[in-house]
């Protein structure tokens, strides 16, 4: 039986897209807010500090300003499929743009991780389902190994299948099988950080 993926029923390529996107993000849910948060406060204490840092599927923006401004020696790479959305993020990153290099890739594309290496930790925030079906996320997360350094971290939040998530199981996985997908793909450990209103947060380390 032929698995089909789910459509989306936006292109965030597109400026009015992208636009209502980040405008309804935040009012949709308030509480990304605490995950950003704990997204920097994971960084933080990492020993050593994360200098290097990739965000996939950056979007306008929202996560990187917030790590940027928590960390005053940290460089990101924002990798997004959408010009439109790194159109947004320059307008909110400000002056900490100094710091920041853009890649206009999709992290759907297999070899979307070519000439990326030895970061110190790599993000992501609700762009996984971007995959467009859950059989993907493995894939993704064996190639984020790739990409780091030994001892590296992975910080993957997402929304969640099942009871207080999502209704979609084929989009969406459930908490659980979220941190198996990741400890499927190589890591040497996972933990759950944080899971409110539909969304988890997994850390991972790498060997």
């Known amino acids: ?35 950003f948060a704990k997204f920097a406060d994971e960084l933080a204490n990492m020993e050593p500090t994360a ?22 020696d940290l460089r990101i790479t924002l990798l997004d499929f959408s010009d439109a959305m790194h159109a947004l ?14 890649l206009v890739r999709s992290f759907k594309d297999p070899g979307w991780f070519q000439g990326l290496h030895d970061f110190d930790a790599v993000i992501t925030n609700q762009a996984v389902h971007e995959l467009r079906h859950k059989r993907y996320a493995e894939e ?8 780091l350094r030994p001892g590296g971290t992975y910080l993957v939040c997402d ?9 979609n199981d084929q989009l969406y996985m459930t908490a659980a099988e979220q941190k198996s997908a990741i400890e499927s793909a190589g890591y040497a450990s996972v933990r759950q950080v ?14």
């Open 1 to 35: 039986m032929m698995i089909s993926d789910v459509p989306s029923p936006i292109d965030l390529r597109l400026m009015s897209d992208a636009l209502e996107s980040e405008a309804t993000a935040m009012e949709k849910r308030p509480w990304r807010l605490e995950f």
């Open 51 to 72: 200098t290097r840092v990739l965000e996939l599927g950056s979007g306008p923006g929202f996560l990187a300003s917030i790590v940027l401004s928590q960390a005053s």
């Open 89 to 102: 993020a320059r307008q909110r990153l400000g002056a900490m743009i100094d710091r920041v290099e853009f």
């Open 140 to 147: 993704l997360h064996r190639q984020v190994v790739r990409v």
């Open 159 to 167: 929304h969640f299948s099942g009871p207080g998530g999502m209704a």
């Open 194 to 207: 944080l899971l409110k209103g539909g969304m988890v947060l997994h850390r991972a380390t790498t060997h």
